[in-house]
């Protein structure tokens, strides 16, 4: 997008894109009471409203399993998940509702995989996440299991993980050696600071970006999320031919 481009776009508030036609939300905390998401089916329902309205029908939702803090279970999430789904009948939304998980890189994430037990969606992907602090020591053997075993595996939020902000080729990397890259939505709007905003930024213009996420845990990041509509490198995305969501529409 040219300089003139931005400015342009950024005067035109009123100019707002929908969701509606290529958004399959592949990445939400929306089961609840099984992780710092939503924390009933009073909850859960206003956030699938609330995401509706943006013009998002179909869910991915993706619990977090993260052995020391979230000790979930695919089985249990995938029977609460039948609850949701049942409430959503019960109420007459039109929405579809999946069950996968956001899995951290630990070692019981290896002991699954190496089980072939990882929850999945679509092309058999594997939504993953990393340590805030570090990068894993063993991130390149998970990948390597993860693609020898036939999963895709999807990296969760590249943009906050800020000891790749100095080392862009990382996720150049990623990108060809075929790990997918899933921006949070948000992040766009600097919820998370300044910083993830502009990697977010450079990784769209860059085109790295294959599926995009509400990552939404709570009522706060719909509010935010309605704002991000207007952002005009949100619309770059969607109008890019780089957004693989809507292949996951079921
Ligand atoms: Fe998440």
Do not use: W
Not at 33 to 50: A, E, F, R, Y
Not at 104 to 123: A, C, N, P, Q, V
Request: with cysteine; hydrophobic share 35%; proline share 4%.
């Amino acid at each position: 997008m040219s300089f003139l481009n931005k400015i342009f776009n950024r005067n035109k508030k009123e100019h707002s894109v929908s969701l509606e036609s290529i958004f399959v939300d592949m990445h939400s905390h929306l089961i609840p009471g099984v992780d710092d998401g939503s924390k009933s089916m009073n909850d859960t329902i206003q956030l699938i409203q609330g995401l509706s309205k943006l013009g998002i029908k179909h869910f991915i939702t993706t619990p977090h399993i993260m052995s020391d803090i979230y000790p979930n279970v695919g089985s249990n999430l995938l029977s609460e998940g039948e609850k949701v789904k049942e409430e959503l009948r019960t109420r007459g939304m039109d929405v579809t509702f999946q069950v996968a998980a956001e899995y951290y890189l630990d070692d019981h994430f290896m002991g699954l995989l190496s089980k072939r037990e990882l929850l999945t969606f679509g092309d058999n992907y594997v939504l993953f996440e990393l340590s805030f602090m570090q990068e894993p020591p063993n991130l390149q053997e998970a990948i390597f299991e993860m693609q020898s075993a036939g999963y895709k595996p999807i990296l969760a939020h590249p943009e906050r993980y800020l000891y790749y902000h100095n080392s862009f080729e990382v996720y150049e990397n990623f990108h060809k050696q075929g790990v997918f890259l899933q921006l949070n939505l948000n992040s766009l709007m600097g919820q998370y600071s300044p910083h993830v905003k502009k990697i977010s930024e450079k990784l769209i213009e860059s085109k790295l970006i294959s599926f995009l996420g509400s990552d939404c845990h709570h009522l706060g990041h719909i509010a935010l999320s309605k704002q991000v509509l207007s952002n005009p490198y949100l619309k770059d995305l969607i109008s890019s031919d780089c957004l693989l969501n809507k292949t996951l529409i079921q």
